[in-house]
């Protein structure tokens, strides 16, 4: 018998810099939702360790939540589906307002001779990443992003577990 294909939802963020809180945002909101009992939903803020040790437990996708700058309009989702052996493509692209960011996780997750599975980013375009004031809240564009981000990991979520069961994900 096929053992079910689990899902690793992993959120990461700052919540005092701002957008950097998407991550950790959306993380929160799926977790209030029902989802399947193969998915895990957890937010890493910026515990990179927590996070590097829960992608190398077996899961067959990590889905990454996170900003992620690629010059479009503050609030823009992406869905990014980036090679495990070309991390240095991804560096440029993913938030590093904290001091984790999920190219260093991969990198550690590598080194310890992990594997992530098949692996999925999330981001949202940030408008504001660092304030003097330490804020707390998501810009209104990234706010209103989140919605939709959800929309979209529901809807990957679905098509991953609905993959030919016989077939790796």
Do not use: W
Not at 34 to 48: K, M, T, W, Y
Not at 79 to 92: C, G, Q, R, V, W
């Amino acid at each position: 018998m096929r053992r079910s294909k689990r899902i690793l939802i992993a959120g990461v963020g700052n919540i005092f810099l701002g957008d950097d809180a998407f991550g950790s945002e959306v993380a929160r909101r799926l977790m209030q939702r029902a989802l399947p009992p193969e998915v895990h939903v957890r937010d890493f803020g910026i515990s990179v360790y927590d996070l590097a040790y829960a992608m190398m437990d077996g899961y067959d996708a990590t889905i990454l939540l996170d900003t992620t700058a690629l010059g479009q309009s503050p609030g823009t989702v992406y869905l990014i589906e980036p090679a495990f052996d070309e991390l240095d493509k991804l560096a440029s692209i993913v938030g590093n307002a904290h001091s984790m960011t999920p190219v260093n996780v991969l990198q550690m997750v590598r080194s310890l001779g992990g594997s992530p599975g098949k692996l999925y980013l999330v981001g949202c375009e940030p408008a504001t990443l660092e304030s003097d004031e330490g804020s707390m809240e998501l810009s209104e564009s990234v706010e209103a992003a989140v919605p939709r981000a959800i929309e979209r990991i529901e809807s990957l979520v679905m098509e991953l577990l609905s993959v030919n069961q016989n077939a790796e994900i």
